[in-house]
């Protein structure tokens, strides 16, 4: 069976669509990274505040 023209535009415009759409988000992301001055991964906040901490374990001593 042959694929029509028009399925073929509506996958194209689909798939553009989603194109927009992960843009958008990605563009939200990355602004929200450079609010929160992440460097890097992993990097860890406790009560909204950045920490130095270099693991989830180190990083809940401190908390404690």
């Known amino acids: 069976k042959l694929i029509s ?3 073929l535009k509506k996958i194209l415009q ?3 669509q ?3 759409d992960f ?3 990605l563009a939200e992301d ?5 609010e929160a001055d ?3 991964t992993p990097t860890y906040f406790l009560n909204g505040k950045k920490t130095s901490a270099k ?3 180190f990083a809940s001593n401190i908390a404690l």
């Open 5 to 7: 023209v028009n399925f």
């Open 14 to 16: 689909d798939l553009n």
């Open 18 to 20: 989603k194109d927009a």
């Open 23 to 25: 843009e958008k988000t």
């Open 30 to 34: 990355l602004l929200l990274v450079k």
């Open 38 to 40: 992440v460097r890097g």
């Open 55 to 57: 693991s989830l374990i």
